[in-house]
């Protein structure tokens, strides 16, 4: 809670819960993994696969928001027999470091799981270096993975395999509302998605679509919620929100907020107030802008901040296009409707904007073993964590084919 500025709610939710299905769903996943093996076998022959762990050691490059995100990429390769180094972000090292010595605590050997804290670019980048480097498992931002990509590809001649690169990284998900959406939970849902954890998630609702026909409701509505929205200590039980994790980010999301103001296509409807005299505090804040490519429409704020288009409500289908044209990110997005066609339309016309959609409920919460997370595009690789599909990465296969009926001739048949 101290260390990463989380409330005591989504504490719970994140360093515990969350990072205990990890563990308890991948050990299922594992046992499913292993158990599949090649359907046939030709008369005298026993084929099998196994799933060795890759040759070398991959690296776990960890973000700052999820404590559990940090445990399951170390833990999830560890666990299908890899090594790794671990390097925490550096403003989650304290709540990291707890998750390496409980793991052990409960047995893990020595050595298997190296947690180094340390300065990002040297240590990532003598890894990435080392004839040995067999993976990066990656969350984080979209540029910081951009260049690591990169920087794996400047060195694939040093490297003794090609690595697996698997990474999670930005989103600038959206809530699409349909003329027949019922306020009543449209905002609700939208404000816990934008500022539960100050919308420091990679999953947090930062752009909506609202039909003019709604419009007027939902802004009072916000206007009414916001005002009740409590910012403050995370010691203080009753705060809704706390501060955003330090100096950098304060700078960025204000540098954000000050742009709005200052634009004539954009209005604030809430909050937009801000202060770090002590700790860095930002208010929730809804803005309304007239152009749907506005600058925080389109880029990854990671704050409490969350920009309305509203629409011309017969306008509806060809907001599909649009959600997907404004921004390079494909992480999540939700469509609240009552009618069942805008719905099955609008699932089909998003099909590539979100690898988690939500229909009727909020684009954040994934919860492990439910809905397996993780976006496409400039989002990450979508590997799934949470799921089957991110173990499949961290294994090499080797079939092996057993005969028991040798052969004692050549020739073929046909040249009898
Ligand atoms: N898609 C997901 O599942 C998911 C989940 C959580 C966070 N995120 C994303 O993570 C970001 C927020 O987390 P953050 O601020 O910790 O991200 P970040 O990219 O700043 O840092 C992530 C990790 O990369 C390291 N790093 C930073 N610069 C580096 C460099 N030049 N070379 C090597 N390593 C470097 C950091 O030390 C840290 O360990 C947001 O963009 C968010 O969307 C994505
Ligand atoms: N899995 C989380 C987001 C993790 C990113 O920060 C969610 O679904 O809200």
Known sequence: M?????????????????????LRFNCKYAEELYTQQPPKNSPGVWNRVE????????????????????????????????????????????????????FMEAGLPAGVIQFVPGPAPELVGACIAHPEFASLHFTGSTHVFKALWKQIADNIHV?????????????????????????????????????EFQGQKCSALSRMYVPDSLWEEIKKEFQTEVAKIKVGDVADFSNFMTAVINQAAFDKIKSYIDFAKSSSEAEIICGGTYDDSKGYFIQPTVIATTNPHFKTMKEEIFGPVV???????GDFDKMY????????????????????HAVKNATNGLRHAAGNFYVNDKCTGAVVGQQPFGGARASGTNDKAGSINLLYRFVSVRTVKESFLPITDWSYPSNQ
């Open 2 to 22: 101290l260390g990463q500025g989380k409330n005591a709610w989504q504490a719970e939710i994140d360093s515990a819960a969350e990072l205990c299905d990890f």
């Open 321 to 340: 296009q649009l959600i997907q044209d404004t921004t390079e990110y494909a992480l999540t997005g939700a469509i609240f409707a009552n009618d069942r």
């Open 307 to 313: 920009t309305v288009y509203v629409y011309p409500s």
């Open 159 to 195: 490297h003794k395999s090609y690595p697996r690169i698997v990474g999670e990284t930005g989103g600038k998900n959206f809530h699409l509302i349909h003329p027949t959406a019922d306020p009543k939970t449209v905002v609700p849902q939208s404000i816990r998605a934008a500022f």
């Open 51 to 102: 799933y060795r762990p890759l040759e070398g050691f991959v690296l776990a490059v960890s973000p700052f928001n999820f404590t559990a995100i940090g445990g399951n990429l170390a833990a999830a390769p560890a666990l299908m027999g890899n090594v790794i180094i671990w390097k925490p972000a550096p403003a989650a090292v304290y709540s990291n470091y707890i998750i390496q010595k409980i």
